[in-house]
């Protein structure tokens, strides 16, 4: 199905890709409200949606914690902060063994997937040192 393109949806987008980092559906619309007030949270939330069925952004699901939304689309591993819930990219190949031991292991079709490791990032070590 091929949906049109609204003013709403490309602001969604924008702010995605000018934020340059995994945000959360709220970050975007506070993001987004400051110069479109009138703005409604389910429109963003809708859009950021949209979005990522179009595969405009990619959609990180992230277990006990807000699904957050990546403007790189390649697959590729995230990390999340349990300290502070920041999701950072993790730098380094994708593994492609993962594929087939999960298809010939489990006889999966495999069709995505999101890895998050946990850990606790720079800036939140360096709290807990002072």
Same mark, same amino acid.
């Given at each position: 199905?091929?949906?049109?393109? =609204?003013?709403?949806?490309? $602001?969604?987008?924008? &702010?995605?890709? +000018?934020?340059? %980092?995994? @945000?959360?559906?709220?970050?975007?619309?506070?993001?987004?409200?400051?110069?479109?007030?009138?703005?409604?949270?389910? =429109?963003?939330?809708?859009? $950021?949606?949209?979005? &990522?069925?179009? +595969?405009?952004? %990619?959609? @990180?699901?992230?277990?006990?914690?807000?699904?957050?939304?990546?403007?790189?689309?390649?697959?590729?591993?995230?990390?999340?902060?349990?300290?502070?819930?920041?999701?950072?990219?993790?730098?380094?190949?994708?593994?492609?063994?993962?594929?087939?031991?999960?298809?010939?292991?489990?006889?999966?079709?495999?069709?995505?997937?999101?890895?998050?490791?946990?850990?606790?990032?720079?800036?939140?070590?360096?709290?807990?040192?002072?």
């Amino acid at each position: 199905m091929n949906r049109r393109n =609204t003013i709403q949806k490309e $602001l969604v987008l924008n &702010a995605v890709m +000018k934020m340059r %980092r995994h @945000v959360t559906a709220e970050e975007v619309y506070d993001y987004i409200k400051i110069d479109y007030p009138t703005i409604g949270k389910g =429109t963003v939330y809708r859009n $950021l949606g949209i979005l &990522a069925d179009e +595969k405009k952004i %990619r959609r @990180v699901e992230i277990p006990g914690g807000a699904d957050c939304f990546d403007f790189t689309l390649e697959k590729h591993y995230h990390v999340r902060c349990i300290e502070c819930g920041k999701v950072f990219d993790v730098d380094m190949d994708e593994t492609k063994t993962i594929y087939s031991f999960i298809h010939d292991r489990h006889g999966m079709k495999f069709l995505d997937y999101d890895i998050v490791f946990k850990g606790i990032c720079k800036d939140c070590q360096d709290k807990g040192e002072e």
